[in-house]
């Protein structure tokens, strides 16, 4: 057992209070049962609106003039701001507010250690990173330095950011480890994964943006509060992709008393996105001017405006209703009407020299490639199989990839969509040093230099004469009995970085019970050379459905007189299932020039829920200034505008 009654005052719902391990399940709920935990309830504050009240109870810090804002980004002249706004044809302003939203991964966090006394361990762990492990595992079993401790990761189910390091039942398990000298299996139940591991950032967001009647965003003010509960929480600057001439900014932290945040699939983006782009939809219709274009005049980028163009023509832009609301109703009871909307995303997405990778030739016949990546199940193991096989003219099935193991060749840990361009350029360096030996090896027998073969179709050939070849068990036979091995590294100028991505969505709304439905959702998106387009499709509709979750279902329900979330479980914490699932249409972008490999995960569900919302408002008419879009906002908006 493990008591944590001497630590500081908890702050939050899930802090730990105590841990224990025992023979099964069992007698490890009987244990935690029998201990009993006396309590002082001290004032909270869990909510932004508590947060920022004058009498707030602190989450940090005491004394006078303590508040819970944590001062970030200021930028630009509020004053000029302001001028220029009272010069512009079309001023709007609102207030946007954003609940947190959970991984909701479906392998919970969780580690085994096995431990057993003496001077190695190892760690089975569901992360996004190999090798944040053995450091932080040896430390907290008292062992010296991480070569003593191996983790493994050959498959984890699902991270979105939530998973980097050892984390809180990690750090749990390797203390019990210790104490039991024995192996420990720590996994978090679905209502512990709500309340202690994370989750993306809450925002507030009071915008006021100005344009003239040509089109142009000429000024834009915001003040932007990031809610990550004792954490700093993460939001990007607003206008966010989009160009102004004058630009006042605000970024501060509000702090509750709820778990930290932590980085979610483009963090700081899809709330930055949610804001911006109703303000882009706001304005647009106030000048007249198509929403679509509108974008195009606001951003130079000539990628937005070749996938805008893509989107709008895949969703059919032109048969939207011109005026919110405009449409015509149909359906049974003549109560659905119809609408579309788009947003727009960007990310980085770039790679770097961490990646170290091994390829390994047997005189059998076997191919093997080996790294300590993991695989979140973004396809890392899958593109290795084939870098690799496409080098040795083989199949994929014929390359054994082991990865996800702290012993095998360095690897960064999966974030921010830099996995592949850190790990593809060093399988490509490695897998093409190996080929080099091979035809070293092959050449003599085919009485050639080395740079006149080619490898293609299970065989290797003279290049000026193909029918002078020989199988490939019978090239691997050349390599004597040791056979052959090559390492590869990251090499500039084989990944870079930079992305784009819009989507598109059609909404259906139910005038009668405010009821919304995605019919159709279009996502277009560049990742300059598409490794596996079958995987690069995947990803996008996920981020997709994971837009749709955000925008129409997903909402922390927390008690603000006790603190308490509310819904913590999966029956109650909705997420989309097969009957919300829309068309989808996902389109890589293939008129990106870049011949290189580019990381692309984050965006595709950043822009989904600001698409949705302003669907939502071409639909019916009503704005949606918060998250998620329930029933009762849609009737209360519609009960505003005929009161209007």
């Not at 699902?158 to 749990?172: C, E, I, R, T």
């Not at 405009?326 to 790679?351: D, F």
């Not at 819009?502 to 277009?524: L, P, S």
């Not at 008129?591 to 595709?604: H, L, S, T, W």
Request: net charge neutral.
């Amino acid at each position: 057992m493990i008591s944590y009654a001497d630590k500081k005052t908890l702050k939050y719902e899930g802090d730990p209070v105590a841990a224990v391990a025992a023979t099964t399940p069992e007698i490890a709920e009987d244990a935690i049962r029998a201990i009993k935990v006396a309590y002082k309830k001290l004032p909270h504050a869990v909510t932004g609106a508590q947060a920022l009240q004058p009498d707030a109870p602190l989450v940090y810090g005491k004394g006078e003039g303590q508040t819970n804002l944590r001062p970030g980004e200021k930028r630009g002249d509020k004053a000029e701001v302001d001028a220029a706004l009272a010069k512009c044809d079309a001023v709007v302003e609102r207030e946007f507010s954003i609940y947190r939203q959970h991984h909701a991964c479906l392998e919970t966090h969780g580690v085994v250690v096995d431990y057993r006394g003496g001077d190695k361990a190892t760690v089975y762990a569901s992360t996004q990173g190999t090798f944040t492990i053995p450091g932080e595992a040896a430390q907290a079993l008292g062992l010296k330095g991480g070569a003593s401790v191996t983790s493994v990761v050959e498959y984890m189910g699902g991270g979105f950011g939530s998973k980097f390091g050892l984390d809180l039942p990690g750090q749990v398990a390797c203390e019990l480890s210790r104490k039991a000298k024995a192996p420990v299996k720590l996994m978090l139940t679905r209502i512990d994964e709500f309340l202690m591991s994370g989750n993306r950032s809450g925002a507030i967001q009071k915008v006021k943006a100005g344009a003239t009647k040509d089109g142009k965003l000429v000024a834009l003010s915001a003040q932007q509060y990031k809610l990550g509960g004792l954490g700093e929480g993460s939001q990007s600057g607003l206008p966010y992709i989009y160009k102004a001439d004058n630009v006042y900014r605000e970024v501060a932290s509000l702090h509750t008393h709820q778990d930290g945040s932590r980085a979610m699939r483009g963090p700081g983006h899809p709330q930055a996105s949610f804001a911006m782009e109703a303000i882009m939809d706001d304005l647009a219709y106030a000048i007249g001017m198509d929403a679509v274009e509108f974008r195009k005049k606001n951003t130079p980028d000539p990628f937005y405006h070749r996938q805008l163009d893509a989107g709008a023509q895949a969703i059919g832009w032109q048969n939207r209703p011109k005026t919110p609301g405009g449409g015509v109703a149909h359906g049974p009871y003549k109560s659905l009407k119809k609408g579309m909307g788009c947003g727009c995303a960007t990310w980085g997405g770039g790679g770097g020299p961490q990646c170290k990778v091994d390829v390994f030739v047997q005189p059998d016949g076997g191919l093997a490639v080996q790294s300590g990546t993991q695989d979140l199940g973004t396809g890392s193991r899958t593109l290795t199989a084939g870098i690799v096989a496409e080098e040795f003219g083989v199949p994929v099935r014929m390359v054994e990839t082991r990865i996800g193991r702290s012993t095998y060749g360095q690897a960064n840990a999966s974030g921010g969509s830099t996995t592949t361009p850190s790990l593809a350029p060093a399988v490509k360096d490695a897998a093409y040093n190996a080929r080099v030996q091979l035809f070293a090896k092959v050449a003599p027998a085919l009485g050639v230099k080395p740079e006149d073969l080619t490898a293609k179709d299970g065989k290797i050939f003279v290049t000026s004469a193909p029918a002078k070849s020989l199988t490939w068990k019978q090239a691997c036979a050349t390599l004597g009995t040791q056979g052959i091995s090559a390492r590869g590294e990251w090499k500039p100028g084989l990944s870079g970085g930079g992305v784009h991505g819009v989507n598109f969505a059609e909404v259906e709304v139910d005038v009668d019970t405010g009821q919304v439905r995605v019919t159709k959702m279009v996502g277009v998106q560049d990742c300059g050379l598409a490794l596996n387009r079958r995987g690069v499709v995947s990803q996008m509709n996920g981020g997709m459905i994971q837009a749709l979750g955000y925008a129409l279902l997903e909402n922390e329900v927390v008690d603000a007189q006790t603190g308490n979330m509310l819904n913590v479980t999966m029956d109650e914490y909705k997420l989309p299932g097969c009957f919300e699932m829309p068309e989808m249409i996902a389109l890589i972008d293939d008129g990106d020039p870049r011949n290189v490999v580019i990381g692309m995960a984050e965006p595709g569900s950043i822009p989904g829920a600001s698409a949705i919302a302003n669907a939502v408002y071409n639909a019916c008419g009503v704005k949606i200034s918060s998250l998620p879009i329930t029933p009762d906002k849609i009737l209360d908006g519609l009960a505003r505008l005929k009161q209007a």
